[in-house]
C-alpha cells in the first residue's frame, strides 16, 4: 500500500511529468515534488512523485554497505 | 517491530528472519492501511457503492476485504459500478467524465497516499469538478504507534520505520518513542540490503543505549520530510479519530476533511444505513496486527482462510502478515 518505485523524469508540462521505468512510460502528477526537474529519479506512489531520490545519499548509502560487507 | 507492511513482506521475501540470529525476533506491525481497516467503516463503502447513479473507486487492494456482509467485489459482481483505479487522479478523471453520476473514492492509505487525495480534492476544487467525493478512512502512523505501545502488550527494543511514510512526515514524528519508552527507531527501505543496514543500526542503538531516531533510507527521506505534501494535507485535512481493526477507537489517529471541503465528503453527502458490523468467527487479524499473535497461532490459517477465499483482511492485503507467511513463509512453522 505505501510502495513507492523510483522513476525517472523524462519531460514536464505544468503539474505533470512523464516518467519512465524501466521502459515504461506514464504521466504522473508532480503537485508534490513542485522542484523536480527533467533527469530526477523520483519516488512513485500511485501516480504522483512523493520525492524526489537523493542521488548523493544514494551514493552514500552504497558506499556504506559496501563497508559493512567488508567488517563482516 | 518492523511496523510497516511493505517491510513484513521484504523481511519474508528475501529470507532475511533465517539470515538473523537467533537473538533478535521480528514481530509485525499494524503498518498496513487495508488490514486496519475496521468492518464499520469497509460497511459504509459498501454501502456507497450499493447507491443509485453512483460510481464507487479504490485501490485494487480494497476491492476483496470481506466486510461483515459482504465485499465491493461482490458488490461489483452484483451489478454496482465499482472500479479499481491505480490512483486517486484516475478516480478524478472518471469524475470528470461522468458528470452524470456521483464518483467516490474510497480513500485507504497512510501519510504516504493522504497527500495525493488532498491533491486530488483541490484539483476537484479547481477544475469545478463537482461530483466528486471521497470517503476518507486514511490513518495517521504516530499515533497508533503511541496506542500500541501504551498498550504494553509487546515489548519491543526496536522499530523498523515506515519508509515511505517517513518520505512525507520526515523523522521528527518518531522522536517521542526513544524520548518516552527507550526504544530505539530507524527508518529504513524496501530493498534487502536496506532492512539489513536498519537492522544492524537498531542493534548498534540497543547495544550503546543510545536510542534516537536514524534514517537508514536517506536518499527518500529527509529528517523534515515533504513540507509541500506536508502542506497539502493539512490545507484539505483535519485530525479526528479513526477506527482501528483489532485496536479499536484511537484518538487524533485519523483524518477527515475539513469543513471547507464538505461538498466532497462523502460520509455526510450520502444517507446510508448500513447493518450492524460484524467480525468474522474465529479472525485473528486483530490481534495480528497489534504483534501479540502471528498468523500461525490463528486456526482459520490455511485452511478456511486462503488468499483465494480471503476470512480477513490481513490475507487480501499483500502486505497483510497472512498472506506474507502464506506466500514466503513456511505455512507451518512460520
Known sequence: MCLAIPALVKSIDGHQAEIDIDGVTRQVSIQLTPEVKVGDYVLLHTGYAINVIDEAEAQETLKLLRELSEVR | ?????????????????????????????????????????????????????????????????????????????????????????????????????SVIFIGIGFETTAPTIAASILQAEQEGINNYYLLSLHKLCPPIMKALLDLGEVRLNGIVCPGHVSSIIGSYPYQFIPDNYNIACVVSGFEPLDILLCIDMLVNQIETGQYNVEIAYRRGVKPEGNQQALRLMDT???????????????????????????????????????????????????SILRGVSTPLDCKLFHQSCTPEHPVGPCMVSSEGSCATYYHYGDIYTG
Open chain 2, 1 to 101: 517491530m518492523e511496523f510497516c507492511g511493505g517491510h513484513t513482506v521484504a523481511i519474508f521475501k528475501h529470507g532475511i528472519r533465517q539470515l538473523l540470529p537467533e537473538t533478535i525476533e521480528m514481530l509485525s506491525g499494524p503498518g498496513c492501511p487495508v488490514c486496519v481497516t475496521a468492518n464499520t467503516d469497509l460497511d459504509k463503502a459498501i454501502a456507497l457503492a450499493h447507491l443509485p447513479n453512483v460510481i464507487t473507486t479504490s485501490f485494487g487492494d480494497m476491492i476483496r476485504v470481506p466486510g461483515s456482509y459482504s465485499s465491493l467485489q461482490v458488490t461489483k459482481a452484483e451489478g454496482c459500478d465499482v472500479r479499481v483505479v491505480y490512483s486517486v487522479q484516475d478516480a478524478l478523471y472518471i469524475a470528470r467524465d461522468n458528470p452524470d453520476k
Open chain 2, 236 to 286: 484539505v485535512f483535519e485530525v479526528s479519530e479513526a477506527n482501528w481493526r483489532g485496536i479499536g477507537v484511537v484518538p487524533s489517529s485519523g483524518l477527515r476533511l475539513k469543513a471547507r471541503y464538505e461538498q466532497f465528503n462523502a460520509e455526510t453527502n450520502f444517507d446510508i444505513n448500513p447493518d450492524p458490523s460484524r467480525e468474522a468467527k474465529g479472525c485473528l487479524c486483530g
